[in-house]
């Protein structure tokens, strides 16, 4: 639904197969809008949709079946504009699309993520923040480095399920699960440290130390 100022009345879009009785978009997940009157459109079944606000006409689609703009999945979750790059959380990992050139990054568990199904990205910097269904993480856009965050930081039994994420104006990033809102400021969060070796100070064996 779009609400026009000047006519104070609601404009409501619909896919092409809605009348009859067959969703061909699925749920909307999340929605982004940019300054050339273009809005972007997570969808739960029909991939990634750019649409033009001033007509509701679908410009491009990047999907499982699309020949160039192809997408390995059609669940897409979340979705941040970051200059010429939109970076999307997606059902199979987070994807960085050129917008401009319509190329594709994608970044998985094969590169460190703890799962493949992202719910929410907000990037801070070069760090771009993600949760999955049960963690919250980052990873460095630039050497690919992955960080998850676990109980040592608050983050204990929570469950990312929904697009829930926010970039405060005094720079905290707020992100919503099924029981809690959880805050921090990312420049403030310091990266988990492995816990030091450990020393064999005393042994002992049939009541005798050694």
């Known amino acids: 639904m779009k609400y026009d100022m000047q006519t104070k009345k609601l404009v409501r879009y619909q896919d092409s197969l809605y009348h009859t009785g067959i969703s061909l978009w699925g749920h909307i997940m999340d929605m982004h809008a940019d300054n050339d009157h273009h809005i972007y459109l997570c969808t739960g079944s029909y991939g990634l949709l750019e649409m033009d606000s001033r007509t509701g006409k679908?410009?491009?689609?990047?999907?499982?079946?699309?020949?160039?703009?192809?997408?390995?999945?059609?669940?897409?979750?979340?979705?941040?504009?970051h200059g010429d790059t939109l970076v999307l959380a997606s059902t199979d990992g987070i994807a960085l699309i050129e917008r401009r050139t319509d190329q594709i990054t994608r970044i998985t568990e094969k590169d460190g993520l703890p799962v493949n199904m992202i719910t929410n990205v907000q990037l801070h910097g070069r760090n771009l923040y993600f949760t999955t269904n049960f963690s919250l993480g980052k990873i460095n856009l630039d050497n690919r480095k992955v960080v998850n965050y676990g109980r040592k930081y608050g983050i204990v039994e929570e469950a990312f399920e929904q697009t829930n994420n926010q970039q405060l104006r005094d720079g905290r990033i707020v992100f919503g699960s099924v029981k809690s809102l959880i805050s921090f400021d990312?420049?403030?969060?310091?990266?988990?440290q492995p816990p030091p070796d450990g020393t064999l100070r005393r042994h002992c064996s049939w009541g005798r130390d050694y």
Do not use: A, F, S, Y
């Not at 999945?73 to 979340?78: I, K």
């Not at 990312?186 to 988990?192: I, K, S, V, Y």
């Open 58 to 81: 679908i410009l491009r689609r990047w999907g499982k079946d699309e020949p160039i703009r192809k997408l390995p999945v059609n669940g897409t979750h979340n979705i941040l504009i």
């Open 186 to 192: 990312p420049d403030q969060l310091e990266d988990p």
